[in-house]
């Protein structure tokens, strides 16, 4: 594997390069993944060798009602090549019953990756054919280019491509019939253009496939059926493993040497598709080199600057908006908001909040975290944020939202974290116009925190700790809940909570302090009494470190909660002061010694009985690990910025600080091509060899590094 620097218009935008040991070698090319975003919650991947190898691949997954309403259109195109009398395939498939189609793996060269565009190159007899996907910007259009790359004595070949489509939710799959076929019809609209519409059925979402560049012949002949495509990681995962696509037909068109043909298939107006299509690729490219340039990122520098590069384009992926219907390839003014994770999560409060500071703060968009935080301020409800944006309603032809409903706020740290969201927000920007925006909405988030609020979540009097939740709840992160049991049952004061609350109070005495207003003292109170009890409720002699959850099944009589769990260091990195050093550093060293992996944090330590050191198996299985014992990469976060607060050990000079914060960033430089090129998985098993589980693009995994590396860099 390499990365270079190239280019002119692209030439701060990293080169990666999977060569054939990786792309032909069947387990590594059917493992690895490759992800294209549009900017409104749609999106496109599959495996390095081109087979789908999960539901959520695809070319065209296009967020219908932006940004939800995930709906796979296309599934992928196989393609063949005639040229001087051979015939090629360059497909790679896997079939529920039968050898799998393995002919591509023979004739693709490497995979090279400008940003976040992924190249495909086939050795050809006479050279190369080269394929490029990527997808509009704030539109639901993706775009595949062949290009023919060949000396003088290539010889013309013929292209034919089969367009695989699907019309399904992205959680589904399709099982076919015989009884019903996709309709194709040619488009006479625009005369410019070769255009076909394509329907599933009468009333399913239509799309268009469209050619540039070359005319494209449709063949009919083959439009059938295809069955039995099997998934091998749905099969990973305990699900079901295989489907049933539709192969519209074949295009065809001929290509001599330095010609290309466009395949585009779209949801969007054809007319604004033609607009947009002649510079598609060099605007998306310069896109991603503009997000560098504003991020300050250092060009040829050392291999951690290189990383955090591909870190920030990463972090691109997960900031969507809604498209402007007047702007074609262009989002609303007024709306962001960040998708926790592909391919399949869509927005969270506290996923947002956690990673919002390392995806636009850290990486310098500053306007874009501005309308993040007035976004969510919107649907603040009884002093809460919710834990997830209101879907579309099925019923609403608009696309407008459905109402949200108490489920919506079954969270207890989405709302403090918004505070240290807005903190650092502040801190970078000296943005006193949203700060004095936000200010009356975070007061009465306060309020309502100090009287109490939804799901038992209240400040104890007593003790001036956050008390939340009851039986049957689950409100931290840690919020698996499989039918009535609760895997991780952490009701009561869990620690970190409380020292976001303090964190949140320590905010507020700070803004009403910078815009004089008379509130600061009460602010200062509330903090006060966190601070008065915090060290002596959660701190567990016995074991050296803190006690996770505080009277955990909400009544007075609870008994500590002694899991050694990662979330002390949460509440080291927000509120270090609530603690003095020498407790933190114990607590610190044992946290390093049996819950810190080359990956993140143990959710639990090896020696509790209830530590599962695997991430595997189906559904029950797997979120029964999720939260006992399993890696998660975001920790690494807040445990390097508690360690930086409070030393492990005494403070050495700043190359030491510098290596060790290297030295959790390091493991990473290989990972970002490992599960998906360019992104950072969502969770990690929690033994050697570590394997990556969960979303292969996890947002708050790829924020935390990015913090991590901008510590390395004040």
Not at 149 to 173: F, I, T
Not at 183 to 188: A, G, H, I, M
Not at 239 to 255: I, Q, R, S
Not at 595 to 604: A, I, K, N, S
Request: with cysteine; proline share 7%.
């Amino acid at each position: 594997m390499q990365q270079e620097w190239r280019g002119k218009l692209d030439d701060r935008l990293p080169v990666t390069v999977l060569g054939r040991e990786i792309v032909t070698d069947r387990q590594q090319a059917l493992e690895r993944e490759w992800l294209i975003t549009n900017g409104i919650g749609g999106f496109g991947g599959a495996s390095l060798s081109g087979a789908l190898t999960r539901r959520y691949h695809g070319l065209l997954i296009a967020a219908l009602q932006p940004p939800l309403g995930r709906t796979v259109l296309l599934s992928k195109l196989d393609e063949h090549i005639e040229v001087s009398g051979q015939f090629f395939r360059l497909d790679v498939n896997e079939w529920t019953s039968g050898p799998a189609s393995l002919s591509g793996f023979f004739y693709l060269e490497r995979a090279e990756f400008r940003g976040t565009i992924p190249t495909f190159v086939y050795r050809l007899p006479d050279g190369f054919l080269h394929k490029t996907c990527w997808m509009e910007y704030g539109a639901n259009t993706v775009y595949v280019r062949y290009e023919y790359v060949a000396g003088p004595e290539g010889q013309p070949l013929e292209l034919g491509v089969r367009p695989l489509a699907n019309c399904r939710d992205y959680h589904e799959d399709t099982k076919g019939s015989a009884d019903r076929q996709f309709k194709v019809t040619p488009d006479d609209g625009e005369a410019s253009l070769s255009s076909w519409t394509v329907e599933a059925w009468p009333g399913a979402p239509r799309w268009q496939l469209v050619a540039f560049d070359r005319p494209a012949q449709y063949r009919p002949e083959g439009a059938e059926w295809f069955w039995g495509f099997h998934y091998r990681q749905e099969q990973y995962r305990g699900l079901t493993a295989d489907e049933d696509l539709y192969c519209l037909g074949t295009w065809a068109t001929h290509l001599t040497p330095g010609q290309s043909v466009t395949f585009v298939g779209t949801v969007e107006p054809l007319e604004a598709v033609a607009r947009l299509y002649p510079d598609a690729l060099e605007r998306e490219l310069a896109r991603q080199q503009a997000l560098l340039v504003q991020s300050g990122q250092a060009q040829n520098s050392d291999a951690y600057d290189r990383l955090a590069t591909r870190l920030t384009l990463a972090a691109d992926q997960f900031v969507v908006g809604r498209p402007d219907a007047a702007r074609p390839g262009q989002l609303q003014a007024d709306y962001r908001t960040v998708i926790a994770g592909y391919p399949w999560f869509s927005d969270w409060g506290r996923d947002t909040m956690i990673a919002l500071p390392g995806l636009a703060v850290v990486t310098g968009r500053y306007s874009e975290a501005a309308l993040i935080l007035r976004s969510f301020a919107r649907f603040v409800s009884q002093g809460m944020l919710p834990n997830r944006f209101p879907d579309p309603d099925p019923n609403a032809r608009d696309g407008s939202l459905r109402p949200l409903e108490e489920s919506d706020y079954n969270t207890v740290d989405a709302s403090v974290w918004y505070f240290d969201a807005v903190q650092k927000y502040l801190d970078a920007t000296g943005d006193d116009d949203l700060g004095r925006e936000l200010y009356p909405v975070l007061a009465d988030m306060v309020r309502w925190h100090v009287k109490g609020t939804r799901f038992g979540i209240k400040v104890d009097p007593l003790d001036g700790l956050l008390a939340s939740g009851g039986p049957g709840l689950q409100l931290t992160w840690m919020d698996v809940k499989i039918g009535d049991w609760v895997v991780t049952p952490r009701s009561g004061k869990p620690i970190e909570i409380s020292a976001l609350w303090y964190r949140a109070c320590r905010v507020m005495e700070n803004l009403a302090g910078r815009y004089a207003a008379p509130e600061a003292s009460y602010y200062q109170g509330l903090a006060a009494k966190v601070a008065a009890n915090f060290e002596k409720t959660y701190w567990y002699e016995a074991g050296g470190y803190f006690y996770d959850c505080i009277n955990p099944d909400g009544q007075p009589s609870g008994q500590p909660d002694a899991s050694l769990r990662p979330n002390q260091a949460i509440a080291l990195a927000v509120a270090p002061e609530l603690v003095r050093p020498e407790l933190r550093k114990a607590a610190l060293a044992v946290v390093r010694d049996q819950l810190l992996t080359p990956y993140g944090l143990r959710t639990l330590n090896r020696e509790n009985p209830d530590y599962k050191p695997e991430y595997k198996g189906g559904p029950f299985e797997r979120d029964s690990a999720y939260h006992q014992g399993t890696v998660w990469p975001w920790l690494l976060g807040p445990y390097a910025l508690a360690v930086l607060k409070t030393g492990v050990g005494e403070p050495g000079p700043d190359d030491d600080l510098r290596s060790g914060l290297e030295a959790l960033l390091a493991p990473f430089l290989d990972h970002i091509d490992r599960a998906c090129v360019g992104q950072v998985s969502e969770v990690f098993e929690a033994e050697p060899p570590f394997r990556p589980g969960g979303c292969v693009a996890q947002a708050w995994s790829v924020a935390q590094l990015l913090e991590i590396w901008h510590l390395r860099r004040s």
